[in-house]
C-alpha cells in the first residue's frame, strides 16, 4: 500500500472535473478505479446477466406502460413545468417512500430525504445540500406545505440515541444526526427511564418537532409562515401498525 494523491477525472463535454485527496491507495485498486471511469465514457450497456440493471428496466417499462403511456395529457402539462403543493422532508429509509406511502402523483411533491428526515438550522457554510431544497421549493416553486415525515424503527434516530458509539465509526452520519440532539435530550429528560425501544418511538417523534423548529430559522420560510402563505407539517409513519398521524404549525 502506498500513499498517494489520488486524483480522479470525470470528463463531461469540454469540461473536466478533478477530485483529488490525499489517501492510501492501492495500485490495483487505483488500476480498477481508472477503468470503471475510462468504461462510463464508453458505450458498452449492461450485460444480459445483470440482474439489478434488468430490475430497472422492468421497473421502468412497468411505469411507462401502465402510467405514463396511459396519461399523456397529464405528463404532457407536467413536461412544461412543476407545481407541487409539499416539499417533503423523508428519510433515506427504504420502507418509507413518501411518494409510495402518502400516494402522491409526479408533480405533487417536491422531496428531500436524508437520514433521520432531519433539518438542521440554517446555515449557509454547513448542510447546504438540504438547505438548497428547502430554498428552491419555497422562493421558486412556492410550496404551500413544508412536511417533515417520521418512522418507525428509524435507524438514524437509533444511531442519535446510541451516541458515542465506538464500536463502529461512521465518516458522515454521526456528525449529521446530531442535529437531533435537542430532541433526544427532552427525552431522556422527560422519560429516560422507560425501555429503550419506547424512547426510540419518542425521539423519532420529538425529532420531527426539532426539524420543524429548526425550519423557522431559514428566513424564507418564517417570512412565509408568518405571512400566512405556507404551512409547517409533521407526520409519522408507523410502518409497524401501519398507521399516520400528522400535526401542523401555522398562524391560522
Not at 437509533?158 to 427532552?186: C, H, N, S
Amino acid at each position: 500500500m502506498d500513499t498517494q494523491s489520488a486524483e480522479v477525472g470525470v470528463e463531461e463535454g469540454p469540461n473536466k472535473i478533478f477530485i483529488s485527496q490525499q489517501q492510501v491507495v492501492d495500485e490495483e485498486v487505483q488500476a480498477k478505479v481508472e477503468m470503471l471511469i475510462a468504461e462510463l465514457h464508453g458505450t458498452k450497456h449492461h450485460p444480459p446477466n445483470d440482474p439489478d440493471a434488468q430490475k430497472l428496466d422492468h421497473g421502468f417499462h412497468f411505469f411507462k406502460t401502465n402510467i405514463f403511456d396511459a396519461h399523456p395529457e397529464y405528463f404532457s402539462e407536467l413536461a412544461k413545468g412543476q407545481s407541487p403543493k409539499f416539499l417533503v422532508i423523508a428519510c433515506s429509509d427504504s420502507r418509507v417512500s413518501p411518494s409510495v406511502v402518502l400516494n402522491f402523483k409526479p408533480g405533487e411533491a417536491f422531496v428531500g430525504r436524508n437520514i433521520g428526515n432531519m433539518v438542521p438550522q440554517f446555515d449557509q457554510l454547513r448542510h447546504t445540500e438540504i438547505g438548497a431544497v428547502i430554498e428552491y421549493a419555497v422562493k421558486s416553486l412556492e410550496v404551500d406545505n413544508i412536511l417533515v415525515m417520521g418512522h418507525s424503527r428509524c435507524g438514524g434516530i437509533e444511531r442519535l440515541m446510541t451516541l458515542p458509539d465506538y464500536t463502529q465509526t461512521y465518516d458522515f452520519i454521526d456528525e449529521w444526526v446530531k442535529i437531533g440532539l435537542p430532541a433526544k435530550k427532552k427525552v431522556l429528560q422527560e422519560a429516560g427511564d422507560l425501555p429503550f425501544a419506547e424512547q426510540l418511538t419518542l425521539c423519532e417523534k420529538e425529532s420531527v418537532r426539532n426539524s420543524m423548529v429548526n425550519l423557522l430559522s431559514y428566513p424564507f420560510v418564517r417570512n412565509a409562515v408568518v405571512n400566512g402563505t405556507m404551512i409547517v407539517r409533521g407526520g409519522y409513519y408507523d410502518f409497524v401498525n401501519g398507521s399516520f398521524e400528522q400535526w401542523k404549525m401555522c398562524t391560522h
